[in-house]
């Protein structure tokens, strides 16, 4: 195991670990989604109405439909197909009858999940400043600068730069991209908030990014996995038995929280 890899687990452990992950992965409060006056009133005239293939254009229209159904995503794709299907029509607005007008507002208007909230909140802080170097959005100002840098750009923008100039044929994009005493550091950074399912396989993602090979450019290249969240719980977790028995000394997983003291041991 690498030492980061058991300074993270440790910290995790030990310390006031979600504090100053906090500092990283700020979680706003998840206000409710809103809908405009005139929408709410046309919804009301809707259902007082039973007008069904108006009430379901407005609500299809809506960021979250208030039933989940399989057939509601190709509705939305294509409005038209509810001209067409009138058994369709009727069976998912007379689910909307049954629910009654409140609880069909209750759930359109249902605040955003905290995990969609936290893509971006990584590259935010990155912009911060927070590793104590400069932070740019610029291909050419990376090749040319001498000292530290982090690029902190689009993910595709991330990944285009790395394929261009540092060998990295993933078709996947990146997190997080910097020089660091000649040394080109590459990662995805991920915050697992729980085990199993969709957070296993973004584990799994950002340890396929680290484990990439490369095409040779003549550059120091290194690839890292950002890490944080319940994988440092000690466990018989599949996440936890991955980084303390599967990787070696190469591997370095480490947590954000210790990102700045890692850059500047390379």
Known sequence: MNIWTKKSIELANQRNYLDLL?????????????????????IN????????????????????????????????????????NPNTVNRITGML?????????D??????????????????????GALGCKVTASESEL????????FNGSDANMKDFANKY??????????????????????????????????NAQFADAISTMKSKFRSTGKNVKTIAILDGVLYI??????????????????VIVSAVLLRDYLYSI
Not at 59 to 67: A, G, K, R, T
């Open 22 to 42: 906090f500092k990283i992965y700020p979680m706003s409060v998840n206000l409710r989604r809103e809908l405009r006056k005139e929408t709410t009133e046309e």
């Open 234 to 251: 000690e466990s018989r977790n599949k996440m936890y038995k991955s980084i303390t028995e599967q990787f070696d000394d190469n591997d």
């Open 143 to 150: 090749l040319k600068e001498k000292g530290d840098m982090v």
């Open 97 to 105: 009858y049954d629910m009654g007008l409140d609880e069909i507002f």
């Open 45 to 84: 005239q809707c259902f007082d109405k039973k007008d069904s293939k108006k009430l379901l254009n407005i609500l299809l229209s809506q960021d979250v439909f208030p039933i989940k159904d399989s057939y509601v995503a190709y509705l939305k794709r294509d409005k038209s197909a509810i001209d067409r």
């Open 107 to 128: 759930k359109t208007t249902a605040p955003k999940e905290t995990n969609r909230q936290i893509g971006p909140l990584f590259k935010n802080w990155i912009d911060t």
């Open 166 to 199: 540092l060998g990295y044929d993933r078709n996947k994009g990146l997190d997080f991209l910097a020089k660091f005493n000649d040394t080109y550091i590459l990662a995805e950074a991920k915050f697992l908030t729980d085990f199993g399912g969709h957070q």
